[in-house]
């Protein structure tokens, strides 16, 4: 994330080693604009793990529910006014210049 920056982050709520909302904040102090989805097979998060993502997508979403998700937080990040800066145009302009 800090040589290339990306457009989304997907975190798993449930891994081997921590649970998902540990890496969240730091990922949002580092890059405050870029998205994150926070995927969970759990019915009911507390407000605080969720109080720093983008969207949640829990227990019985399909995939079409995920991706729509994905498309709306990409669309409305590429059009903030932070994506000025933001890690895609910094890749299509290193892509222009090369």
Not at 37 to 48: D, E, F, N, T, W
Not at 66 to 85: G, Y
Request: charged content about 20%; proline content about 6%.
């Amino acid at each position: 994330m800090q040589q290339s920056g990306c457009d989304l982050v997907l975190v798993n709520y449930r891994m081997l080693k921590m649970i998902g909302s540990d890496p969240i904040l730091p990922i949002k102090r580092f890059s405050p604009g870029t998205p994150i989805v926070l995927i969970s097979g759990y019915a009911l998060l507390r407000p605080q793990e969720l109080s720093h993502v983008d969207a949640h997508v829990g227990k019985g979403a399909t995939l079409d529910i995920l991706l729509d998700k994905i498309r709306e937080l990409v669309v409305a990040h590429e059009s903030s006014p932070a994506a000025a800066s933001g890690s895609l145009e910094k890749r299509n302009e290193t892509k222009l210049s090369a």
